[in-house]
């Protein structure tokens, strides 16, 4: 009896296996629920005049434009000191400083909300590419384009136009690089997740593993720790990382485009409504300069030095 | 020979098929199964991620095969300087209780993060910088901690009388524990210091924070790459195919150490 109850255990294992098997195995015709392809993007605004008028957008909060972003939110791209009570860390979005802080209140005062009516709420990058509903509206958190992205959350047309870089310590071997070539030989770092990773991967190819970290501030750690030769990241965000988190950090220098440009979007949630008017806002914000202002203001003025908050 | 027992073994083998086959169609049938399967079982992403991540497995195999052997002698040692008797033997028993607080207190991944960052960061000449090597470091310290209490609880399990016994047949201390009490002891822990062993593979996942790409990591780097999510089944896939060998040692091993224990009783 005890063996037989000892063979029906195994054997009731092997009947769950098998099923489990021939259901994963199963040929999974992909179930093409076709990734809702950009239909409303082009057709949303022209219907009724003010199709994007606040009182008629399908929003997180009646009348609020909720806009999401990574918490620390840092220089260049936000500014101001955070209230120390309160939630955000480095920089306070609310200050309306910064490139993307800037950006956030110009969008949304084109959209037709004043500041009050502007609410935070704190998103970690890899959440907002992810599929699936999100917290915010809008997020304006340096997301590149990508069509893989593109797939799981709206993107908007660019705000920002991007490029990547690399950081090293000054006088170190690789601080001498002249080229991408001259990069394969290093220890690279970069954060899970991001277009810098994507681009040492597919562009740089480095004879050494790179290190992958969390987040940007890790991959600084590791080159802190001496664990890498250098770190690939934006070239806006490297300028602060020589400025702000490292001492005697270098920008090796920028790299050039691999494929198409890269350009920052803002994600929205998969087929928003807010998608087109978000296109148009932006166009706006473009067509009369704003964004060139921005640009001026907080990035290209940043030279080796940004301006951290005290 | 195909008696009541054969007959059971085949109302068995029907029962659970109805169950499981059941169970199976009600889930697959469900309204979101096209979407989880899409998500979590993508056989595309699968068979792209598997090659990638059974490389990268070797990392971790590498990092617990290499801290388990340095485990094993060095929880030892903070066990025994925890039972030394005597008061000439309070500071060593101090250190040890400190250390084994210490460690079992401090969560894993800070103390990763705490020697894998900050010790290189130091720039002292002669120092290891390899961020593996902090991982091994690492885990080291901290399974050490938890396997001292182990082996400690086997050596407080052998009766004092054995000692006494020992030593009234002129054992000196050291002998008594060299030959007495550790080898029994360690006999009685076996079973937990598995268990404690699988934990430490798992928690070699841990070392990713530090930039080493093992196997998570490179879970995270295909999920982010699909935004699909099966690259994590293959990895969860990958430690079940590791540690359930091991638990069925465990319980092979504990089952033994019964049957040991009845026969002795039954002859006794």
Known sequence: MRRGLRLTTFLTAVVFVAAACSATASPTPAPTTAPATAAPVTAAPTATPDACAPANLALKAAGKLTIGTDNPAFPPWFGGEPPANGVWQVSDPLSGLGYEGAFAYALAAKLGFTKENVVWVAVPFNNVIQPGPKDFDI??????YSAERAANVDLSEGYFDNSQAVVAFAGSPIAGAKSVEDLKGYKLGAAVGTTSLAY??????????????????????????RQIDGIVVDLSTAFYMVGAQLDNGAIVGSLPAAGTPEYFSVALNKGSTLTACVNRAIAALKTDGTLEKLRVEWIASQGNAPALAP | MLGAGGRSV??????SAVVFGSLGWLVVNSPGWPLLERSFLDAQVFRESWPRQFAAIWRNIQLFLIAELLILPFGLVIAILRS???????????LATIYTDLFRAIPGVLVIGLLGFGIPALGLPGV???????????????????VAEVYRAGIQSVHPSQVAAARSLGLTQFQALRYVVVPQAVRRVIPPLLNDFIGLQKDTAL?????????????????????????YLVTALLFVLMTIPLARLTDWLVERDRRRQLATRAFG
């Open chain 1, 139 to 144: 997020d304006i958190n340096q997301v590149s």
């Open chain 2, 10 to 15: 085949l109302i068995a083998l029907a029962s």
């Open chain 2, 84 to 94: 030394l008797p005597g008061p000439v033997a309070f500071p060593l028993r101090l």
């Open chain 1, 200 to 225: 040492i991967q597919n562009a740089i190819k480095p004879t050494a593993e790179a290190s992958v970290y969390n987040t940007n501030d890790l991959a600084v750690a590791g080159l802190q720790a």
């Open chain 2, 128 to 146: 290891p910088r390899e961020a593996f090597f902090w991982g091994v470091v690492a885990l080291t310290l901290v399974y050490s901690a938890y």
């Open chain 2, 207 to 231: 070392v990713s924070f530090i930039g080493v790409v093992e196997v998570f990591r490179q879970a995270q780097i295909d999920q982010s790459a699909n935004f699909n999510f099966t690259p």
